[in-house]
Protein backbone atom coordinates (compact mmCIF):
# COMPACT_ATOMS: atom_id res chain seq x y z
CA UNK A 1 0.00 0.00 0.00
CA UNK A 2 1.20 3.04 -0.66
CA UNK A 3 2.02 6.00 1.53
CA UNK A 4 -1.26 7.47 3.45
CA UNK A 5 -1.87 10.83 4.12
CA UNK A 6 -2.85 12.34 7.28
CA UNK A 7 -6.33 12.80 6.06
CA UNK A 8 -6.61 8.99 5.42
CA UNK A 9 -5.54 7.84 8.70
CA UNK A 10 -7.83 10.84 10.87
CA UNK A 11 -10.78 8.99 8.30
CA UNK A 12 -9.38 5.58 9.44
CA UNK A 13 -9.44 6.53 13.18
CA UNK A 14 -13.21 8.01 12.77
CA UNK A 15 -13.91 4.61 11.53
CA UNK A 16 -12.80 2.68 13.66
CA UNK A 17 -14.43 5.35 17.01
CA UNK A 18 -17.17 5.73 15.11
CA UNK A 19 -17.75 1.88 16.52
CA UNK A 20 -18.27 3.63 20.06
CA UNK A 21 -21.61 5.16 19.34
CA UNK A 22 -22.69 1.71 20.08
CA UNK A 23 -22.39 2.92 23.46
CA UNK A 24 -25.23 5.14 22.95
CA UNK A 25 -27.68 4.27 20.65
CA UNK A 26 -28.82 0.52 19.78
CA UNK A 27 -26.52 -1.13 16.41
CA UNK A 28 -24.65 2.57 17.09
CA UNK A 29 -21.47 0.17 17.08
CA UNK A 30 -22.43 -0.66 13.39
CA UNK A 31 -24.09 2.18 11.97
CA UNK A 32 -21.19 4.71 13.41
CA UNK A 33 -18.67 2.72 11.09
CA UNK A 34 -21.14 2.16 8.31
CA UNK A 35 -22.06 5.56 8.02
CA UNK A 36 -18.09 6.92 7.79
CA UNK A 37 -17.39 3.88 5.39
CA UNK A 38 -19.94 4.76 2.67
CA UNK A 39 -19.18 8.31 2.47
CA UNK A 40 -15.55 7.98 2.22
CA UNK A 41 -14.89 4.07 0.88
CA UNK A 42 -14.20 5.79 -2.63
CA UNK A 43 -11.71 8.08 -1.41
CA UNK A 44 -9.19 6.18 -0.71
CA UNK A 45 -7.81 2.01 -0.22
CA UNK A 46 -6.94 2.50 3.08
CA UNK A 47 -10.04 4.18 4.11
CA UNK A 48 -12.32 1.69 2.69
CA UNK A 49 -10.17 -1.17 4.29
CA UNK A 50 -10.27 0.25 7.45
CA UNK A 51 -14.15 0.38 7.09
CA UNK A 52 -14.53 -3.14 5.75
CA UNK A 53 -12.50 -4.02 8.75
CA UNK A 54 -14.24 -2.20 11.25
CA UNK A 55 -17.76 -3.55 9.45
CA UNK A 56 -17.00 -7.43 9.75
CA UNK A 57 -15.89 -7.16 13.54
CA UNK A 58 -18.76 -5.35 14.19
CA UNK A 59 -21.23 -7.09 12.72
CA UNK A 60 -19.50 -10.57 14.07
CA UNK A 61 -19.66 -8.58 18.42
CA UNK A 62 -23.26 -8.77 17.45
CA UNK A 63 -23.61 -12.11 16.53
CA UNK A 64 -21.62 -12.63 19.21
CA UNK A 65 -23.60 -10.68 21.90
CA UNK A 66 -26.47 -12.55 21.06
CA UNK A 67 -25.07 -15.91 21.20
CA UNK A 68 -24.59 -14.14 25.03
CA UNK A 69 -27.99 -13.31 25.77
CA UNK A 70 -28.99 -16.85 24.32
CA UNK A 71 -26.62 -18.35 27.33
CA UNK A 72 -27.79 -16.03 30.02
CA UNK A 73 -30.66 -18.28 30.48
CA UNK A 74 -27.55 -20.94 31.78
CA UNK A 75 -25.50 -17.90 33.38
CA UNK A 76 -22.27 -18.12 31.50
CA UNK A 77 -23.90 -15.71 28.98
CA UNK A 78 -23.33 -12.52 31.54
CA UNK A 79 -19.29 -13.24 32.19
CA UNK A 80 -18.93 -13.96 28.70
CA UNK A 81 -21.06 -10.64 27.77
CA UNK A 82 -18.77 -8.76 30.01
CA UNK A 83 -15.51 -10.25 28.63
CA UNK A 84 -16.77 -9.42 24.99
CA UNK A 85 -17.48 -5.74 25.79
CA UNK A 86 -14.02 -5.53 27.37
CA UNK A 87 -12.86 -7.23 24.13
CA UNK A 88 -14.56 -5.40 22.12
CA UNK A 89 -13.42 -1.57 24.03
CA UNK A 90 -9.53 -3.01 23.62
CA UNK A 91 -9.26 -4.39 20.09
CA UNK A 92 -10.92 -0.97 19.06
CA UNK A 93 -8.55 1.38 20.50
CA UNK A 94 -6.10 -1.03 19.29
CA UNK A 95 -7.30 -0.96 15.23
CA UNK A 96 -7.78 3.28 15.63
CA UNK A 97 -3.72 3.19 16.99
CA UNK A 98 -2.87 1.43 14.39
CA UNK A 99 -5.00 3.40 11.75
CA UNK A 100 -3.10 6.41 13.15
CA UNK A 101 0.27 4.57 12.37
CA UNK A 102 -0.97 3.97 8.75
CA UNK A 103 -1.34 0.30 9.12
CA UNK A 104 -4.97 -1.30 7.78
CA UNK A 105 -5.72 -3.40 11.47
CA UNK A 106 -7.37 -6.74 11.17
CA UNK A 107 -9.48 -7.65 14.05
CA UNK A 108 -9.41 -10.85 15.70
CA UNK A 109 -12.28 -13.50 16.00
CA UNK A 110 -13.86 -11.13 13.03
CA UNK A 111 -15.93 -12.69 10.33
CA UNK A 112 -15.49 -11.29 6.93
CA UNK A 113 -18.69 -10.55 5.90
CA UNK A 114 -17.54 -7.79 3.28
CA UNK A 115 -14.09 -8.97 1.14
Known amino acids: METVTRQERDMGILVHCASFAGYLIPFGNVLGPLIVYLMKREDSPFIEACGKNCLNFQISMVIYA ?50
Not at 90 to 105: C, F, H, L, M, N
Open 66 to 115: AVCLVLAFVLIGFVLLGVLGLFNLIVTVIAAIKASEGKVYHYPLAIRFLK
